[in-house]
């Protein structure tokens, strides 16, 4: 454990290719057509985008595109609908794909008393329940205007790419008390070195071409990341208890052992005489 008497760490995630093994949002298009967001042709569509997103292909003009396409395809969709499908669908889309690895390193940080903050370009209205999923302390990810008749306007309010992400690992630091020297982050893309190189030690997992030489050029620990499974699945299980939850559990198996040695020592006496 950390000695917390010392200024405090966090880790830092990024979410698509990094913990799960597609991208958020693309992976809920389905979901979306069969609750009457998009249509076919839109199904077919994020179909080709996820197709471009996991051969590694999407460089930061196409990321731009996407980015555009997805935010006029969201025009108009009801915010709570949204929300509404992917909490019904969150578990049979998002729990198979989740990386085996990156759930052991999750299990890792909060056991080292970090916190565990997930960064994505995804929606907060889809990564917000991903971070609960995997039980992450905090999560930044990028915001939609949202209208006063509860509808997504097609404006972006906050947008987390790129620089930005570096950004706002800084303002959490600042607000949080984090040391960034002693800070770790996580990621698959070149459009993230501003945030890897913004703390101590930046990770490359499952890197696109671009990160792979950065984080060689660097020194850069790269990690393979290529088994996903189910979070129930896992041994031991995932659920982390809250770091209070931890102590209390502690403080239990304390208040028994010693129990359990007035037994022995009040047994041993009574045989003894």
Do not use: I
């Given at each position: 454990m950390e000695n917390h008497s010392m200024p405090r760490t966090a880790a830092f995630f990024d979410l698509d290719k990094t913990v799960i093994a597609k991208s958020s949002t693309l992976t809920f298009s389905k979901s979306f057509y069969q609750g009457g967001l998009i249509n076919r042709r839109a199904v077919l569509r994020t179909a080709y985008a996820q197709f471009v997103f996991l051969a590694g292909g999407a460089d930061h003009d196409q990321m731009e595109r996407m980015r555009a396409y997805l935010s006029a395809l969201c025009r108009g969709w009801n915010v709570q609908q949204v929300k509404e499908i992917v909490a019904e669908t969150l578990h049979d889309l998002i729990d198979p794909i989740i990386y085996d690895e990156a759930a052991s390193l999750i299990e890792e940080h909060h056991t080292a008393g970090r916190d565990v903050v997930i960064v994505s370009t995804s929606g907060a209205e889809v990564v917000e329940p991903i971070g609960e999923l995997l039980g992450a302390d905090r999560v930044?990810?990028?915001r939609m205007v949202v209208g006063d008749d509860g509808c997504?306007?097609?404006d972006v309010e906050y947008y987390a790419y790129g620089p930005t992400k570096a950004e706002a690992v800084r303002e959490l630091a600042e607000s949080e008390g984090?040391?960034?020297s002693r800070c770790y982050a996580y990621s698959d893309s070149a459009t993230d070195v501003p945030?890897?190189?913004?703390?101590?030690?930046?990770h490359a997992v499952n890197p696109d071409r671009a990160l792979r030489r950065e984080a060689l050029a660097r020194g850069w620990p790269i990690l393979d990341f290529h088994r996903p499974v189910r979070l129930?699945?896992?041994i031991p299980a995932f659920s982390v208890p809250p770091r209070p939850a931890l102590v209390a559990v502690a403080a239990i198996g304390a208040a028994a052992a010693t129990a359990g040695l007035v037994w022995y020592a009040n047994k041993?006496?009574?045989t003894v005489a």
């Open positions: 930044v990810a990028t997504f306007t097609g984090y040391d960034l945030m890897l190189e913004s703390v101590g030690h930046p129930k699945q896992r041993r006496r009574t």
